[in-house]
């Protein structure tokens, strides 16, 4: 594969910069949770099934899964900013489409297209690893990444809001003017990026594969974390049908205020991080998939408490959150040269799995209930414990008997 040196990072890239690229992934990666706490009141005015629009926020997961493995050559093979601008732009078409959609299967259309060009958010983060100089690199991407969390997590909370008091079409509306306005910030400001690859494009999906063939970390991981996503999918995409029907019969403004129980937990898991660097980042994968099963068991438990599932949120959005940042540290360490295709690997499986907890969470919502999203969210937590438990009975032994072997240090 051939590839060329990657341009010396400017001396100094400004706060105005760090705070435009934060922005940008914030604002495209919430065209992927708009739905979530709307999912009621589209059901009422498009005449669907709760079964139907459960498809909305499903393939709005596979088409961001589909995007990053279609789209994740083309960062390294083109001026990034030119991918990012090409994005904005079918982002707004796909978010106006979702505006103006006359029926369900027009939105579930506009929900997959969404999906995909979304994926602009993936391309903001590298972007700020290449525009910070080394010294302050890490302090840098970690400021993008809030950035793209705040947009994960307020992007329940505004839509929630704003379809509550204008319509559920309103908040697409809103979000295409939003990428607009960031597409022509972006535009003016952003500068050309060097392609650091002459590969040609099918040999970079290709070399994604030879990856996941050659790192079994890597496929653990991936498997481990899809599973865990499987129960976070299948909370968000159900819960405002779940709040809108007894015994709780609450608008979709509450079901959007869940989002701040989702930052709490989420944004306490940094701290997780930091014991994933003293004690490993196995042992809190553990804790935090172990608590995510808690969390689920508790809420179903105990339906019909308010108080209980604000506190399942919490604690299961932590779990989800301290695996993600530990499994991370895991594949970022197996090939320095290869860490943004090993995190596309990563994060399109991911999806594939939030895909699969929202069509198997409306199955479950519509035929067992409530009760059946928590077996889900269980059950989902209990094989991601399996997989990482299997993988290391496996590998523990071999680890041992390389260790007996070693010659001890000097």
Known sequence: MTTQPVPEAPQKITSSMVLLLAFGAGLTVAGLYYNQPILAVMARDLHASAR?????????????????VLFAPLGDKLDRRR????????????????????NIQVLCAASLAIGIFATAA??????????????????????????????????????????????????FFVATLSIVGLAFVSA????????????????LLKSMLQLVRDLPELRVASLAQAFLCISFSAFWSTLALA?????????????GAFGLAGAAGALMAPIAGSIADQRGPRAVIRFGAALVVASFLMMGLFQGSMLVLILGAVLFDLGTQASLISHQTIIYGLDPNARSRVNAVLVATMFLGMSA?????SIALATRG?????????????LSLLVRAMFEMKTKPFANSRSKRAPPSA
């Open 370 to 382: 409530w009760l059946g999203v928590c077996e889900l969210g269980a059950a989902g937590a209990g």
């Open 122 to 171: 993936q391309d903001f983060v590298p972007a700020a690893a290449t525009l910070a100089p080394i010294h302050a690199r890490g302090k840098i991407v970690g400021s993008v990444m809030t950035g793209l969390l705040l947009g994960i997590l307020l992007s329940r909370l505004v839509s929630g809001f704003t379809a509550d008091r204008f319509g559920w079409r309103s908040i």
């Open 83 to 102: 991918v990012i601008l090409c994005k904005c732009a079918a982002l707004c078409g796909s978010l106006l489409l979702a505006a103006v959609a006359p």
């Open 52 to 68: 139907a629009v459960g498809y909305v926020p499903m393939l709005t997961q596979l088409g961001y899964a589909v995007g990053i």
């Open 357 to 361: 907890g929202a069509a198997l969470g």
């Open 188 to 203: 003016v400001r952003l500068p050309p990026f060097e392609p650091t690859t002459k590969s040609s494009y099918f040999s």
């Open 243 to 255: 709040l809108a029907a007894p015994p709780y019969k609450a608008s979709s403004a509450v079901a």
